[in-house]
Each structure stands twice: as structure tokens, then as C-alpha cells.
């Protein structure tokens, strides 16, 4: 077993876990405790008793995120259940803590119905200032934000899906910028038709891209293409527009961007050589890449990105969600939007002042970057 | 406004809210990053997706418990509402915390439908080692915490009814023998037939206390009153073998000890000097008891205990729950029974070595008292 996997289980046994609960306040006397609990405490939900909205100013509203999943679609483990996705989702609440001051506590729901998520999560509610959807599989994912969006009165996105669309977003704009080739322009193969490779499709055309093709498995995303879900339709309907047909190596050739979400070793020196000059790769399977970038550069690659800490250019989520959360929390921001989403990746890319081919994002340690991506999410 | 009141709610403004979440381990580098996060942490999943058992070793579920209310009976408030409910869920996390190292976290559900709730708490509980309901209104809360009891592989527990009950019991038993009075000849009124009142109940009979009579706002309970619901039913066929009727002056003449569960200031002078000699009185309503202690102990009282901090013998939940559940978790205690309730409310007796009439139980803040109780909670 590799080191960081044997460390990895070490400490998590040594610990039993990663979070804890902590008291802002002390608990140290009679007076004490009469202040935080009773009799107190009584006064304080009798006010929210008369105006359910103080909840965001007297308690762990005002800061706290769920970080909700069914353990259907872990990492890229697959579908191994709730009791496994704890340690992920515990892993993500350091990092709200971590990253932008954000208490955030896994949910892992022994369900994946998608009306029975959808119910518990509504259920839950009232505790959290927002909620964090994770690992919760494709096409499942869509239908459950798209309604708890609908039907809660705190903002809630599904951070596989817009959490990787924002960093993807950001890093192309600074790679097409140093290509000096407009988005309107740009020819984009999008690897991968899930969560993620939906979400980065759809904010790319939002954001003006001109011409995106998707590929799943069996190749091109075309409309008229059989046997697609609904989720492809529609993907079909928006890219595509030449109703190009054929596998990943056909529709790559002359591209300028290759996006993967796919899996490991699937793009080949040949492909990149296929592209048009100065090809930009982001190569993003985890935890090996569709290309390793050292082939990549050798091939002509001009910007590589993986999801890998050992390589330059880490398209890592904790670049985006700490500070979209942070800005929605602070800014009392009921729905996450699209124009938002678009403003964060704009700030994260603006946010390197020194872009190259080798830094198109900001490290992911840069304490400044969430604040950077907060002060945008706003109405 | 009472100055308390005053300093709890400037308490919660400034803090918003009690609680933070924390991380446990060191999150301040790529190499961290890889061990508490990906990749490492996909080598935690894969083990307890093999065992889901293994998330009491590797995750929080070691040690969490959900502190779940619907906020239909918070505090002597009545029903405030989920939101309103989350200060005082707060307070009983930090008090779990304080005095048994728990990493509890507020649950307050927007529902008050009973298989809404029961499917709720089934659907999260994959996260938490326990789950603890709080002011959940009866006779709800009595499907609840059976239901759940009998559908988690977790130790649930209803504080407001076996808190109570654990530290009721404990404190009869030292006062019964400070007055030189067996359990099986005590006669006892207990004032009030809810939650709490019938957790102490069957708590008293199973422990082998021989005579008691419930009252509720109608007088005693007895077998073939009209219009008792399922549960008064069930106290009436197990309390009160004479079927004796009348209001709570009437019962009240000539016996020996009175807990109230009820409201203030029902207890008159009058009605204390009719009890058998020696009277013991707990008058635990809150905030303002059956009787002042001056009061009673004016009209002749030998032993009594309130609710309240600022007299002798409080009764106070936080004597039994962190204990309960430390011990629950530590042993890996599946379903917490009335035999370890009574084992715990023993050793909460016999934990105080200088027993008189103003010390039947510990002090609130004695850092002790969670572990002598922990330690019988034990299959």
C-alpha cells in the first residue's frame, strides 16, 4: 500500500476522525450556565420564537454549513455508502474551517431516493446557513440540487458540479489569455458527461465559450445521438452545434482545449499531437490523470493542468467552495446563480497577477483567495 | 428584562451562537492535505465500505451524538418552533463537550409529524455513535424514542424523560435514607403525568418503589378515569393500587414525598404540613418550583431539591446525560436499559460521601460525576 494511504488510515484511527465540537463561550461556573443554558438561554428562543429569521444572528446559523451525502459516488470510488463517505465529508468540513472560517458538519444520508434525500435534507434544515451537496451521483445530483434550491430558503449547490465549473472556468481564462485565443474562438473537448462535465459545459457556455463538444464513453454528445438521458439531450441541444460524430481521438483533432473528468491514461502523445498549436490540457482524473503531464509538454502541451498537488497548476475545489460559502453566508445570499459562479472564476484567475503556463491558479494555500472569491457571491 | 435574560441574549449576539467545529488534525500543507484529504482519505472510505462497522473507528461516529429536537416543548416554553430550538440544542452540545468530552451537534427538525421525525433521524444517523432527543412534546416523544430505539443499531435516548428520571431516582435514594424510609413503603406523589413525569414513574416502579400515585391537572390518575389517553392508561394500570381519586390536596395528605414536574407555585404551606413527617419535596418546575425551598422548609420539609442553581440539591439532567451517552459510547452499549438507568442513578447516589438533607446529590460542576456514571452504563 502507498505511504500516504497507509499515514492516511494511521491517523484517522489515531484520531477516530478529524472533526470536534467545540464551545465558543465558557462553561466554567453557576453564572456560566445560568448565560448559555437555562434558565438564559430561554429568553433568547422565545425572541426567535417571534422572528425565526434571528436564528442567522443568535446562533450557529449565522455560520454553519451542511456538507450532505449519500456515499453514492465517493471520490472516485463509486457508490460504497454513507458510513464511507464520513471521513471525506469530514475532511471537507476542515476545509470550510480551514480555508474560510465555516463550521461545517457531515450529513451522510442512509438513503439515495431521491424525494427521501430531498425530504431529510429540507428536514434538517433549519441548523444550517447553507448547504453543501457532495459525492452524490450523476443524474441524481441535478434533480435534488436543482430542487432543494428551489424549495429552501438557504443558498445550496453541489460542489462537484460548480465548485470544479469555477476553478476550470478560471484556469482556462488565464490559459486562453496567455494562448491569446478568445473564448468565443476556442474549440473545447470536454472528456466526461456526469456531474462535473456538466456543470464546467454548462457554466463554460454561460460564460460565452463558442464552441464545446462533450464526449461520454461512446464518443461525441450530438443531438440525435441515441440512447441519451435527459441530462445528454439537453447537453446535445446547447453544444455541439456542427453535430459532430465520433470517439474522443476523431472530435480532438485541430481542438484547442481538452477538458477530462473522466479516468486515468485515456489521452495519448498522438492526441495532444492532433491539436491544434499550443493545445491546453487539463487532464483532471484523480488520482491519475487522462495524461501524465510530462508526456503532455513532451507532445507540445503549452498549459497542462491536473488535480494533483505534485504538478503545477492544481484544479482543486478548495480554490472555490470556502469562498463562495463565506460570500453567501456574509452577504445573505439566498441562491447561488450562475453570474455569481462566473464572478468567482473571474476573481480566482485575476487573483495570480504572475500568470505562465505554469501558474494559471492561485496556490491552493493562498489565505487571500477566499476572501478574494467571497466578495464577489453576491446579489 | 431579568439581567440574565439581558446577558444571554448579548451572549448569542456577540458569539452568534456557542459552538464551532474544529479541526483535529494539522491541515496546513500539501502533505497534510494529502493524508486528511485526498488522495489518503480514499483509502479510509474503501475499509468501510468492506465494514461500515469501521466507522467507529476511523471517523467521528467514535464519539458524536445528535442532540435532535423539533422544538415542540422547549424548555417550560412550549412550541417555539424548530429555530427556536437551536439555542438550547447548542447549550446541551457544549454541556456534552464540557463534561464528557462528547462531540454533540444540534439536530432541530422542521417537522413535529412523528414518522416524519423517526425517518429523519434514521436517515442521518450513519455520522453519529448516539442520538439524544430534547424537548420533544409527549405523548409524541414517547413513539419516537421507542421506534428509534428499536430500528438503530445506536443507543437513543429521550433526556427530558431519563435524564430527569436518572437524577430523580438518585436523589430519592439518598433522601429516603436520610429519612429512614424504604422504597417499598414510601408513598409518593408524582405531579405531573408528561414526558418527564412518566419517565420518573416507570423509573420509580422498576426500582421497586411500592406506592405511587400520579396527578395530573385533573387530580389522581387511577385505573377506569375517563378520558385518560393510551399512555396515562398504562401509568394508571401500574401506579395507585387503592384507586385513589381526588386533587393533588387531597392524595398529598400523609405521604412522604412530592415531585413535581407540573408548574409554580401550586405547592401551598398548608399542603406540606399534611404530609407524613419528615416530608421530602422536589419541586423541579422551572424556573419558578412547586414551592420556594423557604417556603417549604418553613411548613416543615426535611429534604428539598428545585431545578434551580441558586438552591441546595438541584436536580439537573447534566448529572445523568453526559455520562449516559459517554459511557454508551465507550462501551459500545447498543440500547441503553432501565436496569442501566437505575445502576447510574445508584452511582450517582452513592457518589456523594457526606449525604444531608441539603447535599442528597453532587454538585453540578463535580468533573467526576460523568465518569462514575459512564462506568455502569454497560451491557
Redesign the interface.
Known sequence: ?DK??E???A???Q???????????P????ED?????????????????KD?R??K???????SVAVVSDGSA????GN????????????????F??FANI?????????QDVE?II??V??????FGGINLEDISAPRCFEIEKRLKAELDIPVMHDDQHGTAVVVLAGLINALKLKGLAKEQARVIMNGAGAAGTAVTELLLEYGFGNVIVCDSAGAIYSGRTGLNEEKIKLAEKTNKNKVQGDLANVLAGSDVFVGVSKGNILTKEMVQSMAAKPIIFALA??IPEIMPEIAVAAGAFVVATGR??FPNQINNVLAFPGIFRGALDNNVRQITDSMLIAAAEALAAHVTDISPEKILPN??DKGVAATVASVIID
Open positions: 500500500m500516504v494511504y499515514d492516511s488510515l491517523l484517522h484511527k484520531n477516530h476522525g478529524k472533526l470536534e465540537i467545540k464551545s465558543k463561550v462553561v466554567a461556573s453557576r450556565l445560568s448565560v448559555v443554558y437555562t434558565p438564559g438561554v430561554g429568553q433568547v428562543s422565545i425572541e426567535i420564537g425565526k434571528l436564528a444572528i443568535y446562533t450557529i446559523k449565522h455560520n465517493i471520490l472516485g470510488l460504497l455508502g454513507p458510513e464511507a463517505a464520513i471521513p471525506v465529508m469530514e475532511g471537507k468540513a476542515i476545509l474551517k480551514e463550521d461545517a458538519f457531515p450529513i451522510c444520508l442512509d438513503t427521501e425530504r431529510t429540507k428536514n434538517i434544515a433549519p441548523v484523480n488520482p498537488s505534485d491552493v494555500f
